[in-house]
């Protein structure tokens, strides 16, 4: 339970930083940068499973019959996840991006409830209509759905669930999503190549090796966390999951009103209090629970 806290922490952590290295990107369009990441995901994890298991992995993890299926679909997810994510950072978007992750940790107990029969107190109720009321708030006062961050939560609620019901280890079935991935982001690559479109043949052709080490930078950037995430998701409850998550949102937040000058106008502190309320009860319910149950073993 403690080390899938300091795993899933960890990985908020780095999440929250992410707005500073994918500005670094601004310039390539979102779709070639997640097919980047996609196919330099793969190379990093395949990496680290030659140097932790030799040459006889992908065999073995064939042998593991791995459900391909869900895996399938958790990649679907992610992809989804990033795409909009890389769009939202460096079109502006960085706080309506932070909205996500900061719906996110309420919508996992939806989730944890419906689909792992996790039981939900009144705190959790109250919690989650608070965060409803924020997301009504902000589509009556900006005339529109935030759907910028509703589609960031509710793809990364739905990867976690796969994730966490996924047989494999952390790094076997970011292998395995990764593989699934890579043929399409190759593709798509080798196309834009031939189209003279392509950022990275442009960079390597010109001489911008800064902008080489930045695409190519996108694949552990991309895996570790994620490697992080699910390793922690593993160990401890969809609850728990949500209570750390506010990390990574509130970092976010941070930097793209100080370090990027993105507007957080009045119409938006009322809905982000709102969540603010939401997630402070959320966690102390979360600090009496664990409180109570030390008790109990005492």
């Keep these: 339970m403690s080390r899938g806290v300091v795993f899933a922490l960890t990985a908020y952590l780095l999440w929250g930083v992410f707005p500073i290295f994918f500005k670094q990107l601004q310039g390539v369009a979102p779709l070639e940068v997640l097919a980047n990441r996609m196919l330099w995901s793969l190379v990093f994890v395949a990496g680290l499973l030659t140097a932790l298991r030799g040459v006889r992995w992908p065999r073995e993890l064939l042998r593991s019959r791995p459900p391909l299926g869900w895996f399938a679909l958790s990649a679907l997810a992610v992809s989804l996840n990033w795409l909009i994510y890389i769009w939202s950072v460096n079109s502006g978007h960085i706080v309506d991006a932070s909205l996500g992750y900061f719906i996110n940790p309420l919508l996992n107990v939806l989730v944890g409830a419906l689909f792992l029969h996790e039981r939900l107190r009144p705190a959790h109720w109250a919690a989650v209509m608070l965060a409803t009321i924020a997301v009504a708030w902000l589509t009556w006062s900006e005339g529109r759905l935030p759907w910028i961050g509703l589609t960031l939560a509710f793809s990364f609620s739905l990867y976690g669930l796969l994730r966490k019901r996924a047989p494999l280890g952390a790094v076997e079935g970011l292998a395995v999503e990764t593989a699934l991935l890579a043929p399409a982001a190759g593709a798509y690559l080798l196309w834009l190549a031939v189209q003279h479109e392509s950022a990275l043949v442009s960079a390597v052709s010109g001489g911008h090796l800064g902008l080489v080490g930045w695409l190519l930078l996108t694949g552990p950037v991309t ?49 982000y209090s709102l969540i603010w309320i939401a997630l402070a009860i959320f966690s102390l319910d979360g600090l009496w629970q664990w409180r109570a149950a030390r008790a109990e073993q005492t």
Excluded: C, N
């Excluded at 390793?231 to 990574?248: C, D, K, M, P």
């Design 223 to 271: 895996a570790v966390p994620l490697l992080f995430f699910a390793a922690g998701a593993r160990r401890i409850s969809f609850a728990t999951l949500g209570i750390l998550q506010y990390v990574g949102p509130s970092l976010q937040l941070l930097i793209g009103v100080r370090l990027y000058g993105e507007p957080f106008d009045f119409e938006k502190l009322v809905a």
